[in-house]
């Protein structure tokens, strides 16, 4: 049977440039809102150790790829290393003096990341594939929805998030397709059956933890536990809707046959966010 894989013309491009803030980004720095800079420091604190698991699962399975594929993966290990020391650079300019609760929101991380890697490469990469859609549906989003967040932003921090937006779309297949060539002896129902389990499972908990992760964060600022977790409920599945706003995109994946490019990601916005980060790379 002949799988759908990543279009020829989609390049994983790395792109090595840092950040660098003239100064500490001011406490609320996502448009001086308390709730939508908690959950986004929240997402910023799993990002490191996260995309490191998600390099070493597809990293095990490289020997099983070719050709075209081959190159991707070598585009995506070099894209989420540059992510995670971009955002390591990113948490450690967090308020660590206002936002106490964020080395233990890191170390819960870890022993999360610890527990996944305890349980072997294939369920590393199964794991890795779900929150990659999961990344690809956020960043998506952002795509769509980009005057609505990140408007009274510090250049630098909102030029690094469109940045993570686009590469985050550009690699969104690779684990996906890596998958796919790992299992190729497996029976297309097994396979199905595998990564929808694996996503009801992601899904769960990774929106849990984050809205978890940014309710505590958002503590520091006076709220009560009962209404930070309210607040934080209340901009991932309502408005402006962080989790919500994807939905097409989330339960295409419960599609037999399904293909992270039968979202077309394309279009005029993305087109020019790569030639803006093309060129910075460049000059970098």
Same mark, same amino acid.
């Given at each position: ?12 491009? =790395?792109? $090595? ?11 609320? /720095? ?72 964020? =080395? ?10 610890? *527990? ?9 990469? &199964? ?6 859609? *999961? ?7 952002? &795509? ?80 009560? =536990? ?20 994807? /939905? ?12 992270? /490019? ?15 980060? $093309? ?6």
């Amino acid at each position: 049977m002949t799988h759908k894989t990543t279009p020829a013309q989609v390049e994983v491009t =790395p792109r $090595d440039i840092r950040f660098t803030l003239e100064a500490p980004p001011a406490r609320h /720095w996502l448009d001086g809102d308390p709730v939508a800079t908690a959950v986004f420091n929240a997402l910023s604190l799993t990002f490191p150790d996260g995309e490191r698991l998600f390099m070493d699962a597809v990293r095990h399975y490289r020997d099983r790829v070719s050709g075209k594929l081959s190159d991707d993966v070598r585009g995506f290990i070099a894209q989420e290393a540059i992510h995670s020391r971009e955002h390591h650079a990113l948490n450690q300019l967090i308020d660590r003096a206002h936002y106490t609760a964020a =080395p233990e929101i890191e170390a819960q991380i870890r022993e999360r990341v610890a *527990f996944s890697r305890s349980r072997g490469p294939m369920a590393m990469l &199964i794991s890795t594939i779900a929150l990659e859609h *999961f990344t690809a549906m956020m960043a998506e989003s952002h &795509i769509r929805h980009r005057d609505e967040l990140f408007q009274k932003t510090d250049p630098a921090i909102e030029r690094l998030w469109r940045w993570h937006a686009l590469e985050e779309t550009e690699h969104k297949a690779v684990a996906y397709d890596v998958f796919m060539a790992a299992t190729k002896d497996w029976s297309p129902l097994l396979r199905y059956r595998r990564r929808c389990v694996a996503m009801a499972l992601i899904t769960l908990m990774f929106t849990r933890n984050i809205t978890r992760y940014a309710a505590r964060l958002l503590e520091a600022d006076g709220y009560t =536990p009962e209404a930070a977790l309210k607040a934080v409920k209340g901009f991932v599945w309502g408005r402006p809707g962080l989790f919500r706003r994807g /939905w097409r995109t989330y339960f295409a994946w419960y599609r037999p046959g399904f293909h992270p /490019w039968d979202q077309k990601s394309t279009g005029p916005t993305l087109a020019a966010w790569k030639a803006e980060f $093309d060129a910075a790379a460049q000059a970098a």
